[in-house]
């Protein structure tokens, strides 16, 4: 028997659902296989054997998914009820009132996900300060029990006003309808959020109902899959803030597994940064509709305690209250379809050709001209090693697409092409710029570390355009999310609503509170501890969430860094003391140090060293580039632009003036 | 630099990231609860002209006041620069709206030519006046609604003038407020300037200017090309503005909308004069009610820029409701602008069933509750719109609780948040439904009810409501709505009548304030609905099986 060490990641992505693995002799293993929406545990499987992984040897499996977001995007949660505060069931329907649609007088709120006739009432009450100014009438509650069953309803959120600051009502209703109504899953607002703001924590709790069961069924499903093809292992899913935690956990607040995918890179980009000694980093994740990033400081990533599902400039979207990776995400990647508008304008995205009909190269349908397109017409990509050589692209259609969009614009099709990708890149910059200047952080003090299909290609553009002097391209930069998960390290989160002035506030006891609420939710003691509180000065709205000095004067420290920070992010500081609104403890135990091995295995042909023209447009127009295959390159030799760097699964461009070179961990190290 | 097209595709991008960049700085740093909740504020970038050419808005009402106070600024002040912060909330000059809207110019220079501008216009909670938080629904001139700031350098050269500070200090009865948005208001101006600052450097002033120059062109361009979508012709509304407050109206008001290919123009002639309580507009009010409805139909996406609107033309005689002149009370102006919108919306809503609706609630629905905080024992002042009924389209029912026309990305504040800010109890906040009211083929959305139990010993309530007395349209055959309308339940168990204007009323512990908004207007004959919508909306509880079958015909079974 072989030993049990192999540890296992797979992450479903909407096209794809990616494995990586350790196995027991630290060798690294990767597969892909489509995803499969309808059953998503069928792809895990399928992935699973592709891989060549012995199942008997996983010790750990580790797993991100869209079960989450895909029941709730497609509306296919349980039937799900509400049991609210006597005069407020229709706070989930009123939601915020607000018209992001400014000049749409057409504008449609999200519709909620508990229908009027399923929010029922129970008479309680309790102050902001807790006190109950009417007790809980249990009187009421068998009859509220008789109204669910006869509803017919599988799961029920229970959300009483200010429940997070006293949640005993809510908690004493939730037990007793978990006892009169064996089978259907009921969800407390204080279970899943102990943040103010009764919309927001009721939404937070109906989506979490609402997702409960079906992802209940997945996980079942999945576990038994594994266990049938030989797997006993230990189960972790993915965290939205980054880390895992057991199924049985997820299992009681699954609107945690909201985001994993996108999360992992991040994370992995935090330790990719730990490994390198790399202060502040910048993630660059760009796939085919989208590009992503996120500002790794003092190797912290950052994390929100409101997130919002389907937000857009146009739609309000739904909030939830959970804590979720701080990622700025674009609709431009390389599916993007460029197009002109009426008044001859170009525009990039966010309309994508997706996977399918994909960018007009892939000679599958697609009519629109994409940046996949332009990138291949200006030479950058090379048409015959698409995906290591494995996809022949249509260099003749990408042409004949391009030149509509250069008729529109008046402009001859290279010069189309050029222009789409220096648009495409602009928009990306405007990313970066976003997580990093407008938040009053320099870009030139960032390394930008590039994964994703399409990172690699780009990165070296952006740099130049930020003034970014260090690019980090790990190995196997389409399997970096995976990768990342390996690192499995489990992680909990506890979030207090707490509002008083700071001067009088026992932080340390709050913090204490937090950290043990925190603590409940992990089975090990925690190796590493993050505080935080949220601030605002007295009279403001908006908070700024500070680290907690672990050192020193407690309060003097986190004045002097609350004003810090305010006059960098808004240029604008007071002499006026400040609230505390919230404490956030984030526990973790430490999971293994992920190798970072290359990757040279052959099973991909090799792009042969050559030289190729490229259009570098701006950096020095037409241009013979050197070409190499990644894995030809040697620890320390160094490679000066204008190149291009292949690779099975992403093409990396340096331009001249840049050099690139492997380093000992099989990253590729741009630098200007 | 050569100005290539791309790079004004890339700086057209630009400039709606510095309005972006300046709206979430000011928002965040704004010590306002109407700034930061409400958001009503409006920020934007114009050129050296004074024509506006990215924005960025919280709500709809400042389509017109950011680019008519840059250009006002260049007018009235002609040795501006670099550095200088202008200051003004004159509601009949340029830009003006009422007193608490407080817009700042900045002029942009990059080696002394002048490029650009930066503007902000926000609400201030107090600026001094008869009433605490400066508007009310009973003033009967624009001296007893605060401080005025007439086009006034609040810096010079980059050096805050400690004489207008002290001036708006010693005149809001919440100094710290006040000084803590002109503060944040002109850290939101400066950090426009560094943006186009650094883009001049990047690209040039010539192409910055360039693409400014393109980027109003091409909204143009745009616009005009959306009119050959429109229906041609005349089209006419009338409608009644409710009371004003001191005890006049209701008051006439009309438009005459003229579509042609190469315009449109609203003509409001005929309009009732001026009224003696302060429901009056002055002129950049209306342009922003009629500018909201214009974008709307023509196209409610793409950015909006002093561009888009050069196929607009307005026309009203000085002197109206809707063109107030000094010293006509303007305090609760937002009231007419609506109204300028709801004509203009009206007369068309049959034309272009695919932009427009119904009637909807229509008013921003101000209340305004000033109280000692029963725990803290600090001052609170509570100023709010409400949310109410919009009313149905063509092929669906109307919304139920979203703010109005004059607001925007509003958030309504949060009772658990209200609770702990004001130190009110609030025991009730639902949907009002009306059964018959906004009856249609398709019917108008729910109002709300939000009810504010006094807990500390008084309290003073000014209320400022539309629609309370005509109530909202219904289209083809669809019922009108129901009004909004405040009531107050007293401790000794007596009520109020219901009514939409109250300035001052005090009110004491025990006693329940309830905000009641309307129904939007429904749109088609009752008698048309579907059956399975009725049963819909008899299992939600939306409709009584008698109104069911007295107004829509049901029969069970």
Known sequence: ?672 | MEADRFTLDILREAFLAVAEEMFVSLQRTSQSPVVYEVLDFGVGLADAKGELVSQGNGVAGFLGPLGDAVQATLQRITDLVPGDVVVTNDPYAGGGTHLSDVAMVRPIFVDGELVAFAAAKAHWTDVGGRDPGSWSSSTISVYQEGLQLPFVRAWRGGRLDNDIVAMIKANSRLPEQALGDLMAQGACLEVAERRVQELCARYGVATVTAAMHEVLERSERLARATLATLPHGVFEAEDLADRDGVGNGPFAVRVRVEIGPDGVHCDFTGSHPEVPGPINCTWSGLVSGVRTVFKAITDPVEPATDGWFRPLRITCPPGTLFTAQRPAPVAAYFESTEIASDLVWKALATACPDRLTAGHFLSVCSTSLSCRHPDTGEDALLVEPHAGGWGAGLDVDGQSGLVSVGDGETYIIPVEVAEQRYGILVERFALNIQPAAGAGRHRGGWGLIREYRILSDQAILTVAMGRHDAPPWGVDGGAVGSPNYVEIEYANGTTSEQFGKASAVTVHRGDLIRIVTGSGGGWGAPGGRVHDSIVADLRGGYLTLDIANSTYGYQPG
């Open chain 1, 1 to 672: 028997m072989p030993p049990r060490r192999a540890r296992v990641a797979v992450d479903i992505g909407g096209t794809f659902t990616d494995l990586v693995c350790i196995d027991a002799n630290g060798e690294l293993h990767r597969a892909k296989a489509d995803s499969t929406p309808e059953a998503l545990e069928v792809a895990v499987l399928e992935v699973l054997a592709r891989s060549g992984v012995d199942p008997a040897s996983v010790d750990s499996f580790l797993h991100g998914s869209t079960v989450v977001i895909n029941a709730i995007t497609e509306r296919s949660g349980a039937r799900t009820a509400l049991v609210t505060t006597r005069g407020f069931r229709d706070v989930l329907e009123i939601a915020r009132a607000n018209r992001p649609d400014l000049y749409n007088l057409r504008y449609a709120k999200p519709e909620p996900f508990v229908p009027r006739h399923l929010r029922l009432e129970v008479t309680e009450r309790v102050s902001y300060r807790g006190d109950v100014l009417t007790p809980l009438d249990e009187s009421e509650l068998a009859g509220v029990a008789q109204q669910l069953r006869d509803l017919e309803v599988d799961a029920v959120a229970v959300s009483f006003l200010h429940a997070w600051i006293r949640p005993q009502h809510e908690a004493r209703v939730a037990l007793v309808l978990r006892e009169m109504l064996p089978g259907v899953m009921v969800v407390a607002s204080h279970e899943v959020s102990r943040q103010w703001r009764e919309y927001e924590r009721s939404n937070t709790a109906v989506l979490s109902a609402y997702v409960q069961p079906v992802v209940a069924t997945y996980l079942a499903a999945l576990a038994t899959g594994l266990e049938s093809v030989g797997v006993d292992a230990q189960l972790y899913a993915m965290q939205s803030a980054g880390g895992v935690c057991s199924f049985d956990r997820a299992l009681r607040a699954p609107i945690t597994m909201l985001e994993s995918g996108p999360v992992a890179g991040v994370t992995a980009a935090a330790a990719l940064g730990r490994q390198l000694g790399i202060r502040h980093l910048l993630t660059l994740d760009i796939g085919g509709t989208t590009a992503k990033t996120s500002a790794v400081i003092d190797g912290v990533v950052p994390v929100n305690t409101l997130h919002y599902i389907g937000k857009t400039p146009h739609f309000a979207g739904y909030p939830v209250q959970v804590p979720v990776v701080d990622i700025v995400e674009i609709g431009t990647g390389g599916g993007s379809i460029a197009e002109v508008d009426a008044a001859g304008g170009l525009h990039v995205g966010p309309r994508s050709a997706g996977a399918v009909p994909g960018p007009a190269c892939y000679g599958k349908g697609g009519e629109h001209a994409t940046v996949t397109d332009a990138n291949i017409l200006t030479g950058r990509l090379d048409a015959e090693y698409f995906l290591g050589g494995t996809v022949e692209l249509e260099t003749d259609a990408a042409s004949r697409a391009m030149a509509r969009v250069a008729d529109g614009l008046g402009v001859a099709t290279e010069e189309a092409a050029r222009g789409v990708l220096r648009f495409a890149v602009a928009q990306m910059a405007n990313a970066l710029r976003l997580v990093t200047l407008r938040r009053g952080h320099d870009p030139r003090d960032f390394t930008l570390v590039a994964f994703g299909g399409n990172g690699p290609l780009h990165a070296a553009l952006l740099a130049r355009e930020l003034g970014i002097t260090r690019v980090v391209i790990p190995p196997g930069p389409g399997h970096f999310s995976a990768f990342g998960m390996l690192e499995g390290s489990m992680t909990a989160q506890a979030v207090q609503t707490f509002v008083g002035p700071l001067a009088s506030t026992d932080v340390a006891a709050l913090l204490r509170r937090v950290e043990r609420d925190a603590q409940a939710e992990l089975s090990e003691p925690a190796t590493s501890v993050q505080r935080y509180l949220e601030l605002r000065y007295q009279g403001q709205e908006h908070t700024l969430e500070i680290p907690v000095p672990a050192a020193g004067d407690l309060l003097a420290g986190l004045v002097e860094e609350f004003n810090r920070r305010s006059e960098r992010e808004y240029a604008f500081s007071l002499d006026a003391p400040l609230e505390v609104v919230a404490a956030r403890v984030e526990l973790a135990v430490q999971g293994i140090a992920v190798p970072w091995v290359a990757d040279d295995n052959d099973d991909v042909p090799r792009h042969p060293t050559g030289t190729r023209v490229v259009d570098f447009d701006r950096h020095g127009g037409l241009l013979e580039a050197v070409v190499r295959d990644r894995r030809s390159l040697t620890v320390g030799e160094v490679v000066a632009g204008p190149c291009v760097i292949e690779e099975a699964a992403s093409t990396t461009l340096v331009l001249p003036g840049q050099t690139v070179r492997r380093d000992e961990h099989g990253n590729l190290v741009l630098e200007e």
